[in-house]
């Protein structure tokens, strides 16, 4: 992962958001030697967005079973026929 101060940042941003466009690789910029933020291509962002909330379906699906809130395969059918017409 390539480091940045704030400073360079502030410098040089075109040439480090184009390398970054170029090599993909997130860049953590850095501020009085202490981690600040990561730059990231937006495809990648938005990729590690859609990712994080499919986890996040998935950890309410096994909270649910796990406190018991389903439906057997009759009741799903039920609550859904309003939709399924």
Do not use: C
Request: aromatic content about 6%.
């Amino acid at each position: 992962m390539k480091v940045e101060l704030v400073t360079n940042l502030k410098r040089q941003a075109t040439k480090i958001l184009a390398d970054l466009h170029l090599s993909k690789e997130p860049v953590l910029i850095t501020e009085h030697g202490q981690p600040s933020a990561y730059l990231v291509d937006v495809q990648d962002y938005e990729f590690m967005q859609r990712r994080l909330e499919l986890l996040e379906g998935l950890a309410r699906g096994e909270r649910a079973v796990l406190e018991g809130r389903t439906y057997s395969q009759n009741e799903a059918k039920e609550k859904m026929s309003k939709w399924l017409k």
